[in-house]
């Protein structure tokens, strides 16, 4: 199937994607065959692709670039670059590609070391494929001496290089980075094109790929998540609990500690599940002696320090990033009250905990709802500027009660 059909309702986009694909391919097939180039292109080296959460940054880029690799027979015949195929599409889509470097991260932020060897990665000629895309997922998460870094590139690019930055918005990036790409603005997909995704591509039953497409408001990853894992469906419950548990001083710290720790103990899975395999492996690398008790050369200290560092920050982003995605939901049930109390005709999307809406909707105003709202927008906010967990959480809660 084509690239692009993993794009869901981003029919304006993948349009304008396509476009830019003809053109590349066409400007590589003059440079080969020694021919005029096109006279006016929409292909460009720096593309910036911004959203919401859910809207599928990262999934257009890939496709992108897989279109950029595609050596499908069919293009001199007529046929569109991202057949979906060939070995550049089908390498490209799952991250091997030799000329296409995947970039995300883990941790809090993106440094200057990272992002000077993708700048030095970025001048090298492709190898096997026609480009040198590079595709920077958080672009959002540069520091700004790595921004700096790579404005370089992005305003000096080798000439069969492409960069894909992906950020939630324009101003998440630079300006002087930003001002020198193309913008394409994702949106969130609609409801029922996430639970036809869901369907087609995931085998999950048309109920539960609805159900899980309302609950997240049209986030394909997290509607996904929730209609796999059952784990998810437990933890989000216990979220959309919390409005019921703040009627006094005493539930409000409670709920806040249970938030947390449900947060400290999905950094603490994932750490079980990488650190240990990461640490070994190092240790591997760098010599250590099973007949010397494991004891590691001289002159690695730092290296195994430099490891456990980044193991820290990465327990640290996946904290966050779970307790924000409890937030989200608590939002959302939020949310839902509104629309309760002002009799909108918009769909509801926490249907499976109606009755606990009515309640909340019934014993309060709009206004309230309002200010329990910018709570949570208050408490992501502080979580943000890395104030302590606890005390964001705490003081969420209370305002919660408060109303």
Known sequence: MPVWDDLVGQERVQTQLAAAARDADALVTAVTDRTPPPAASKMTHAWLFTGPPGSGRSTAARAFAAALQCTSPDRALGGEPGCGFCDGCHTTLVGTHADVEIVRTDLLSIGVKETRDLVRRAQLSPAVGRWQVIVLEDADRLTEGAGNVLLKAVEEPAPRTVWLLCAPSLEDVLPT???????????????????????????????????????????????????????????????????????????????????????????????????????????????????????????????????????????????????????????????????????????????????????????????????????????????????????????????????
């Open 177 to 403: 980075i930003r001002s020198r790409c193309r913008h394409l603005t994702l949106r969130t997909p609609p409801v029922e094109a996430v639970a036809e995704v869901l369907v087609r591509r995931d085998g999950i039953e048309p109920a539960a790929a609805a159900a899980a497409a309302r609950a997240t408001q049209g986030h394909i990853g997290r509607a996904r998540r929730l209609a796999t894992d059952e784990a998810a469906r437990s933890r989000r419950a216990s979220v959309l609990k919390l409005p019921l548990r703040v009627d006094d001083v005493g539930g409000c710290l409670k709920a806040a500690q249970e938030l947390v720790d449900a947060a400290a103990e999905d950094a603490k899975q994932v750490a079980e599940e990488v650190d240990t395999k990461e640490t070994e492996e190092l240790r591997a690398a760098l010599g250590a002696s099973a007949g010397t008790g494991g004891r590691m050369p001289r002159g690695t200290a730092g290296v195994m320090k430099e490891l456990e560092d980044r193991q820290k920050r990465r327990r640290t982003r996946t904290q966050r990033d779970s307790l924000d995605l409890a937030l989200t939901d608590l939002t959302g049930f939020y949310r839902d009250v509104l629309a309760l109390q002002l009799g909108s005709s918009v769909a509801i999307a926490n249907e499976e905990v109606r009755s606990d809406l009515d309640r909340i909707a019934r014993a309060s105003g709009p206004e309230r709802t309002l200010r329990r709202i910018e709570a949570i927008i208050a408490c992501r906010d502080a979580l943000d500027r890395n104030v302590a967990p606890l005390l964001a959480v705490e003081a969420m809660t209370m305002s919660l009660r408060a109303g």
